[in-house]
Structures are given as C-alpha cells and as structure tokens.
C-alpha cells in the first residue's frame, strides 16, 4: 500500500458535501431524469410494457439483419472535431417541407401506438408541439387525424398515408388531413404486404391482446400498463373494422400490392402540401418518385421492418443524394438512437432526420413526459457534438465533417443489448 498521509474525518466539511434528496413522489418524472441517453429510455421501457407490446417496437423483419446492420454502420461512423474554432454557440433549427423546425428531427409515423402506451398519438404529438418540431400521424393510427390536431393545435402535423384498396377512403382521409391543417404528406410506399416479423409470431401477437394465462402473469409484474389499458377507451383504428385479427392479416386486408407510380401521381394530384414519399433506398426509385412529382423523399427502410437484408438507409442517402441533387428535400430514419447518429445523417446529405423507436421507447418509459425526455436527450447529444465538431449551425455540418472506418472492429465496445433486437 502506498504512503498516505492521514487526518481525521472534518464533521462540516462532510456536511457540506450531503445532498439528501427529499424523497419524491414524481416517481415517473424521477426514473426519466435518470435515463442518460435512449437506451436507457429503452431498458425503462422494457420493464414497463408487455412483452408483445415491446417486441412489436423492438424488432424488425425476418433475423433482423438491416436492422441490426443499421446501428453497426452508424457506429462505423467518426465525426470529426474541430479545435479552436470560436464556436459558442450551436444553432440546431432548420427548415423542411417549407417551414422551421427547431431540430433538425420529427416523429416518424407508428401505427397501433395506444397498444405501447396508452397516452400514444397525443403524447407525441404533445411532446413535437412543445419542442417545435414535426410529428407525423400513421394511416394505422390509434387517434384520429381530429383528435391529433386538437391536441397539438400549434404543433407542425404531418400525415402518413397507406394508399388504400379503397381509393375513395383514401382521398377522404387526404381531404381531412388537409382540413386538419396537417402541412405534408408522408407516402409510403414500402409495404405491398407485411414483412414478416417473426418475434411477433413466437409471441402470438394480438391487437387487442388476448388474456391467456401468459399474459396475466406478465400483467402482475406490469400493472401501470395493464391499469391504463383496461380504463382508456378501447383501441381503434382508422376505418378497420376487423382489428382482433393478426397484424399481418390486417395489413394484408388493406394494402394494395398492386400500386404503381401511376397510383402515386394520383396522389399528388389530390394533395396540395408537401409530398415525400417514404421508403425509396435507390437511384432508380428515387429519380420516378421525382418524375411522379414528389416534393422530397424519405430514405428509410421502415426500420429494418419490410425487407429483411434490404439496404441500410444511410449508405443508401449517397445513392439518391446524387441521383436527385439538391431539387429534392431528403429525409433520413432507420437505426436512429443518438444525436451522433442524427449529426452523421446530416453530413452525409440528408436534410432532415425522423425518429421511429426512440421515441416510442420514450413514450414507454414514461408516456408525453417520457417522449419529450426522448427528445431532448437526443437534442442535447446533437448540441454537444456540433459544438465538439465546430459547427455553428446546421449548414456547417457536410461531408468533410465524417469519415467511415471500414474495418470497424470495436464491437466489445458495443453495449450488448445494441447487439440483440432492433
Ligand atoms: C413503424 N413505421 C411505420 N411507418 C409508416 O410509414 N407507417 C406506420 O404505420 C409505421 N408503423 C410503425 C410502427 C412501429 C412500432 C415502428 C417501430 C415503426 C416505420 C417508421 O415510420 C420509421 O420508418 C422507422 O421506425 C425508422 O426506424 P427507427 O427509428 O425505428 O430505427
């Protein structure tokens, strides 16, 4: 042992060093201020919701591979510091589809998202509207494109549309989004049919959950969840009547497998917002969704979620970058779980950044409030790296501000739950 002079313990300067916390009774607002980073908000989440519930976030498509490969590209990435380059200050806003935001990223669509938490679309858009940035409503919906814009009047709203079987309905939900003053159109355009999401399968998914004896045994150590449940209005969606059927018999029953860009220029014609079409991963889709006349795109992969081994989106974004220019407004989502991964998507050319799981796994650790703390974990994380890489406001960061590693070996430095699951 080495020498160490010794004295005895100082009583005042002890006193001064205790911070007591007066115990709390905001238990939800504690747990949320304890989460460092989304991950966390994830490992919350995971205790508090059944496990169908979320699995059905958490996973992805056929061994989860795009999914899995979205997070270890993101990880590849370096971002580049500079020193001494006077930066004081780093301003985070931005525009897209013609209005500001005051980060550089939104809520993407998620359908069935009372089944995660029940305050679901109006925690989201609550959370978006209050940090000034835009939330995007699914077609799959558990509140209506009415009960959205009551509850975040202020809030930029954004709607996804699956095109419908029946176009009629299609062209009544555009009608009220636009009535609803949601200001862009999401097309999405990646889901002919389900993919195939096999944790769902082993854990025989229902919406509205069955009460099997697994499931009252999951309830016992998940009451908040099972309690908000079963005294909030029962869940509904837009338009399906038969909702106690599988997910992949509902999406199924209401998609088109046969659409066509012709179907897509349809579209356009009827809405006269900002239009981006949702899941291009090539040059050659990307440069027919410019031709149908779409104001932007959303370079995705719906998560990881359609297409088992399709793409990662963010080696896709160079592709379609090059193929559209700068004519078209390009937004990036899959994989998304830092602020780091956002400012890499943003000096790779993308304009703009959504968020699926984060957030819903936000919404689950501790719904609105929950949400936001999602928000600004991950806006915080996005200020410090600009600041460290000298950037002074979103333009600043391009190309020269990241590097790849090609070889990327360090994966013991990986936390082993990005390992497993989406
Ligand atoms: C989705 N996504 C999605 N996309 C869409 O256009 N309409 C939808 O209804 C849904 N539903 C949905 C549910 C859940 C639970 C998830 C996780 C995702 C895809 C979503 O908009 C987005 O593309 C991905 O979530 C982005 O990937 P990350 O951020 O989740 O990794």
């Not at 333009?395 to 430095?413: F, N, P, V």
Request: net charge neutral; proline share 4%; charged share 25%.
């Amino acid at each position: 042992m080495g020498h160490l002079e010794r004295r005895r313990p100082n009583p005042a300067e002890l006193a001064s060093l205790i911070r007591f916390r007066a115990p709390t009774f905001k238990r939800r607002a504690a747990r949320l201020k304890a989460a460092a980073d989304i991950w966390d908000l994830r490992a919350i989440a995971k205790r508090r919701t059944p496990a169908a519930a979320f699995d059905y976030v958490d996973g992805a498509a056929g061994r989860e591979i795009t999914a899995r490969r979205a997070r270890q590209v993101f990880d590849s990435v370096e971002l580049i510091p500079r020193i001494l380059h006077g930066t004081a200050q780093s301003d985070m806003a931005t525009t897209i589809a013609g209005a500001p935001s005051r980060l550089p990223f939104g809520i993407a669509p998620t359908g069935f998202t009372r089944f995660m938490q029940s305050e679901g679309e109006i925690a989201g858009s609550r959370a978006a509207q209050q940090a000034g940035i835009p939330f995007s409503l699914s077609t799959m919906g558990t509140r209506s494109i009415e009960e959205v814009a009551a509850a975040a009047p202020e809030g930029r709203n954004w709607f996804q549309l699956y095109l419908w079987k029946d176009r009629e309905k299609s062209k009544a939900l555009l009608q009220r989004a636009a009535a609803a003053g949601f200001d862009t159109l999401l097309v999405t355009v990646d889901t002919p049919v389900a993919g195939q999401r096999h944790r769902d399968t082993r854990n025989g998914m229902t919406i509205p959950p069955e009460l099997t004896l697994k499931t009252l045994v999951d309830a016992s150590y998940r009451p908040e969840w099972w309690f908000n449940f079963l005294t909030t209005d029962s869940l509904k969606f837009a338009s399906l009547s038969d909702s106690s059927a599988d997910l992949p018999t509902i999406i199924n029953s209401m998609f088109d497998s046969s659409l066509d860009f012709d179907d897509l220029k349809w579209i356009r014609a009827l809405w006269k917002g900002k239009l981006f079409v949702k899941g291009v991963l090539t040059a050659e889709d990307a440069a027919k969704a410019a031709a149908a006349g779409a104001d932007g795109l959303v370079v995705s992969n719906h998560g990881g979620r359609q297409l088992d081994r399709a793409p990662v989106a963010f080696e896709a974004l160079a592709e379609v970058r090059a193929e559209v220019g700068e004519g078209l407004e390009i937004i990036l989502d899959s994989g998304i779980m830092s602020g780091a991964d956002i400012v890499a998507s943003l000096c790779a050319g993308a304009d703009f950044v959504l968020i699926g799981r984060a957030y819903l796994y936000g919404l689950m650790a501790g719904g609105q409030e929950g949400v936001t703390r999602a928000i600004e974990l991950l806006a915080k994380e996005v200020e410090v790296a600009m600041q460290l890489m000298g950037a002074a406001s979103i333009k600043d960061l391009g190309e020269s501000s990241i590097r790849r590693r090609h070889a990327c070996q360090d994966t013991a430095w990986v936390r082993p739950s990005a390992q497993t699951g989406a």
